[in-house]
Each structure stands twice: as structure tokens, then as C-alpha cells.
């Protein structure tokens, strides 16, 4: 193997490490962790990974210290990296869903719109994105830098607002704050050095990973169905189908039952069954998927 077969992949360490980590599972690369080792194992000779800050990944993926990563399009923003953005993988720490960048004031503040925080201190570990987005709104503020716990801060009199990210919301409840803006939504995206995404055989197994992670996420909200239907019921429950994927249809050998199977998402299933079972369906069976193509 030559040393340009050789494709440096970048893990995210941090909030999108697990999330990361299980989606490569199901797409077929098993990669495994070491106490206090930032080189993780993968099940592929011809890939290196590497643990990296989610802050830094878009810098050592476009100075091709990495050929390819995983981060925030959030801290891609806060980089103004130039990399080829391959993908966006829509997942967050807990969710499938993207996480939001806010601005948050304390509840008791008379502060309602951005523009009434002129002449006040905004702090935030988004530092560059928000300095720019406070002066392409001509609103004059002071933006400092938070290292973490940022929430804490708008408690303490230690700020008059910040600017956060938040998935779930539960920070935000928590410390009895009220987002009065959002700046940005943020997920996860696939990017790539322009120089590998320019080399044959980088771009195809960077595309190649880019499929199977896509397949994979994209089978997480679906799962099959398969059962079995009178014929004479066959068009009933065509109906109460989604006709997002067209339903496989297989007559049983010598029988006057037909075999439906379907692919759809898992949370109409709960609402699904019984409305099939209503209509005469038999030998309901669910199964997760774990990639869809
Ligand atoms: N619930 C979440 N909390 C924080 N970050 C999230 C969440 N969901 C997704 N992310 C994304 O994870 C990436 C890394 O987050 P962040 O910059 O907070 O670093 P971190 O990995 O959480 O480390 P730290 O402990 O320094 O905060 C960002 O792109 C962010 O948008
Ligand atoms: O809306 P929620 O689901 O509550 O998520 C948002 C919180 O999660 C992140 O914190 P993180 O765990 O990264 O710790 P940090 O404060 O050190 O950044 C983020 O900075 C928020 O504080
Ligand atoms: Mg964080």
C-alpha cells in the first residue's frame, strides 16, 4: 500500500464523539478507543483516525493535517475554513435533530431584541461568528470570549447576554434564561482537504464513507414491516400506507393471503399496527434497518 492510500480521517472528541463513534459502527467501521490515546483503532488498513477538538477540526482538515472530519458547521463558520463541505450529517449530542446557536438573557432582564443590547458585554465561545453578526447588524457590542460554562455567566452579572449553542434546551430552563434571537443553526458536516478531494482515490473512499454514514443515519428513524394480508384486503391496507416507499407485494404459494413488506418511519409505526391489524393484516412483524440507501 503506498502512503497516498492512506486516508486521515478526524474524529470530533467532545460532545459529538459517542454520537460520531456509533454512527461509523453501523456503517461499518468499528473504531475503538484507548485509555487516554488520541489515535484511535479502525477495522480499515487503509484509514489513520485521529481524536481532534470539534474547534479545530476544520483547521487541520483544510491545512491537510487530516483529509477528512467530522465537526459543527458552527465551528467551520467560526474558522472561515476553506474545505470542501462533503455532507451535512444531520446529528447533534442527543439527537437527530440540528442544535441551534442563541441569544439568551436572564428572565428578569428588560433586554427583548438584539438591538437593545447596544453598548452592552455578550459572552460567547462563538466569538468571531458573533462579532460578525452584531456588525453586519450595526449593532455596536462588547464580545468576550467564554472557555465553557457560558450559561453560568448571564447568572453572575458577569455578562448582559450570550450566545450558546442549545439542542435540548434544558441548559437554558435550567439557569432561568430567555433566547431573544437565533443566530445560526448548526449540525454535523462532512468535510474534506481540497487537495484529497482532488486525488482519485481519496475522493472515491471519502464518498464511499460519505454514503454508507448517510445510509446509516438515514435507517435510525426508519424501520420494515412485513405481514400478511387477505387479498382481498390488499388495496384497504395500500391505502393506509405511506406512499413514501412503495410497498413489495408477494403472493403466497397456494394461498389466499398476500405478503406486504414496507419500509417507514419508525414513529407512525405505534398509530400503523393497529389500523392494520383492524383491517384483517396478520403476522405483523417489525424490524430495524441498518442502513438505507
Ligand atoms: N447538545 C450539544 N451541546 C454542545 N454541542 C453540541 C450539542 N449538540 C451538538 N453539538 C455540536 O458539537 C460540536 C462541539 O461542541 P462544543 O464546541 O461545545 O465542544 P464540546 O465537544 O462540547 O467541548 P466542550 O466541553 O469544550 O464544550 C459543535 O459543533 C456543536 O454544535
Ligand atoms: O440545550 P442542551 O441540550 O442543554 O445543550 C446545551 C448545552 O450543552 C453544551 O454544553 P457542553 O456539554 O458542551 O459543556 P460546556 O458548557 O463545557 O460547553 C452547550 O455548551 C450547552 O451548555
Ligand atoms: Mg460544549
Same mark, same amino acid.
Given at each position: 500500500?503506498?502512503?497516498?492510500?492512506?486516508?486521515?480521517?478526524?474524529?470530533?472528541?467532545?460532545?459529538?464523539?459517542?454520537?460520531?463513534?456509533n454512527l461509523?459502527a453501523k456503517s461499518g467501521?468499528?473504531?475503538?478507543?484507548?485509555?487516554?490515546?488520541?489515535?484511535?483503532?479502525?477495522?480499515?488498513?487503509?484509514?489513520?483516525?485521529?481524536?481532534?477538538?470539534?474547534?479545530?477540526?476544520?483547521?487541520?482538515?483544510?491545512?491537510?493535517?487530516?483529509?477528512?472530519?467530522?465537526?459543527?458547521?458552527?465551528? /467551520?463558520?467560526?474558522? *472561515?475554513?476553506?474545505?470542501?463541505?462533503?455532507?451535512?450529517?444531520?446529528y447533534?449530542?442527543?439527537?437527530n435533530?440540528?442544535?441551534?446557536?442563541?441569544?439568551?438573557?436572564?428572565?428578569?432582564?428588560?433586554?427583548?431584541?438584539? *438591538?437593545?443590547?447596544?453598548?452592552?458585554?455578550?459572552?460567547?465561545?462563538?466569538?468571531?461568528?458573533?462579532?460578525?453578526?452584531?456588525?453586519?447588524?450595526?449593532?455596536?457590542?462588547?464580545?468576550?470570549?467564554?472557555?465553557?460554562?457560558?450559561? @453560568?455567566?448571564?447568572?453572575?452579572?458577569?455578562?448582559?447576554? /450570550?450566545?450558546?449553542?442549545?439542542?435540548?434546551?434544558?441548559?437554558?430552563?435550567?439557569?432561568?434564561?430567555?433566547?431573544?434571537?437565533?443566530?445560526?443553526?448548526?449540525?454535523?458536516?462532512?468535510? @474534506?482537504?481540497?487537495?484529497?478531494?482532488?486525488?482519485?482515490?481519496?475522493?472515491?473512499? /471519502? *464518498?464511499?464513507?460519505?454514503t454508507l454514514l448517510q445510509g446509516a443515519l438515514r435507517a435510525e428513524k426508519l424501520v420494515g414491516l412485513k405481514?400478511?394480508?387477505?387479498?382481498?384486503?390488499?388495496?384497504?391496507?395500500?391505502?393506509?400506507l405511506p406512499?413514501l416507499n412503495a410497498p413489495t407485494?408477494?403472493?403466497?404459494?397456494?394461498?389466499?393471503?398476500?405478503?406486504?413488506e414496507i419500509v417507514v418511519e419508525e414513529s407512525v409505526v405505534?398509530?400503523l399496527?393497529?389500523?392494520?391489524?383492524?383491517?384483517?393484516?396478520?403476522?405483523i412483524i417489525e424490524y430495524p434497518l441498518n442502513k438505507v440507501i
Open positions: 500500500m503506498s502512503s497516498e492510500q492512506l486516508l486521515k480521517l478526524g474524529i470530533p472528541k467532545g460532545s459529538l464523539q459517542d454520537a460520531t463513534i461509523f467501521w468499528k473504531i475503538g478507543l484507548h485509555h487516554r490515546n488520541y489515535f484511535p483503532d479502525i477495522n480499515d488498513e487503509t484509514m489513520k483516525c485521529s481524536l481532534c477538538r470539534a474547534q479545530e477540526m476544520a483547521v487541520y482538515v483544510e491545512d491537510g493535517t487530516l483529509d477528512v472530519g467530522l465537526t459543527g458547521k458552527d465551528w /467551520i463558520l467560526e474558522n *472561515e475554513s476553506d474545505v470542501v463541505v462533503v455532507s451535512d450529517l444531520v447533534s449530542k442527543v439527537s435533530r440540528p442544535a441551534r446557536w442563541i441569544l439568551a438573557v436572564s428572565n428578569e432582564s428588560p433586554y427583548k431584541r438584539p *438591538e437593545d443590547l447596544a453598548g452592552k458585554k455578550i459572552s460567547t465561545e462563538l466569538e468571531n461568528f458573533t462579532r460578525k453578526y452584531f456588525e453586519q447588524a450595526g449593532i455596536p457590542v462588547e464580545v468576550e470570549f467564554s472557555w465553557g460554562a457560558t450559561e @453560568a455567566k448571564v447568572v453572575e452579572g458577569l455578562c448582559d447576554a /450570550i450566545v450558546e449553542v442549545t439542542e435540548t434546551g434544558t441548559t437554558i430552563r435550567a439557569h432561568g434564561l430567555r433566547i431573544i434571537a437565533e443566530l445560526l443553526q448548526t449540525n454535523t458536516q462532512l468535510i @474534506a482537504n481540497k487537495a484529497a478531494w482532488e486525488d482519485p482515490w481519496k475522493r472515491a473512499k /471519502i *464518498e464511499q464513507m460519505n405481514m400478511n394480508v387477505p387479498h382481498d384486503r390488499v388495496d384497504t391496507v395500500m391505502e393506509l406512499s407485494v408477494a403472493h403466497l404459494h397456494n394461498s389466499d393471503w398476500t405478503s406486504v405505534r398509530d399496527i393497529p389500523q392494520l391489524q383492524a383491517q384483517g393484516a396478520e403476522g
